[in-house]
């Protein structure tokens, strides 16, 4: 599914294959996390990218991604996620969430939608709440032995206070965590 319908949707996210030319396809292979962050294309907007292999089936990567309840076990910050409706005949939820962002920062809610294509692929999209901009893709990519090539892209504007340098370095930082987690608990539901 395109994200074409998406008005500003950021370039690198809008598409309907991720960019893989920035990935270190030996380093990957090694079990490490690929991470690329730069400046966005929208003002304040940060564009991270992450890559990692994970040896197990994209179901079982799906379901954790799509289970929200479980995100604050392994998602920095954020303190609470639940499900508050489904949509197009369950191709699509939307989710509010709480975030502790960085220690100076209260505590905020916002509501972001994911739309599914099955095993494939999960579209990220800010709904409402203190977060400017957000638009993001998860792919799961089948390589060879069965391993899946799982992929990240997220353009984010926090639309708070905090320089763009500070917002990419915590995305570096945290967003390798998170897949690291999602592989582990994905290799070990196998």
Excluded at 104 to 112: D, K, R, S, Y
Excluded at 153 to 172: W, Y
Aim: charged share 25%.
């Amino acid at each position: 599914m395109a994200l074409a319908f998406l008005d500003g949707a950021h370039p690198a996210i809008a598409q309907t294959e991720p960019d893989l030319a920035w990935i270190d396809r030996d380093a990957v292979a090694a079990r490490e996390v690929q991470v690329n962050a730069d400046r966005g294309d929208r003002p304040l907007t940060v564009l991270v990218r992450i890559a990692a292999e994970v040896d197990a089936p994209p179901a079982a990567i799906w379901k954790i991604l799509t289970a929200c309840e479980i995100a604050p076990e392994y998602i920095p910050n954020v303190v609470s996620c639940k499900k508050i409706e489904e949509l197009d005949g369950g191709r699509a939820d939307l989710f509010v969430q709480t975030i502790k962002p960085i220690f100076f920062l209260p505590t905020f809610e916002h509501v972001f939608r994911l739309d599914y294509t099955p095993y494939t692929r999960i579209d990220v999209h800010r709904v409402s709440g203190p977060i400017a901009y957000m638009e993001g893709s998860w792919w799961l990519l089948p390589q060879d032995g069965g391993r899946i090539l799982l992929v990240y892209q997220v353009a984010v504007d926090p639309g708070l206070p905090i320089p763009r340098f500070l917002v990419r370095a915590t995305m570096k930082r945290d967003l390798p965590k998170i897949v690291m987690a999602v592989r582990e608990r994905a290799e070990a539901a196998r």
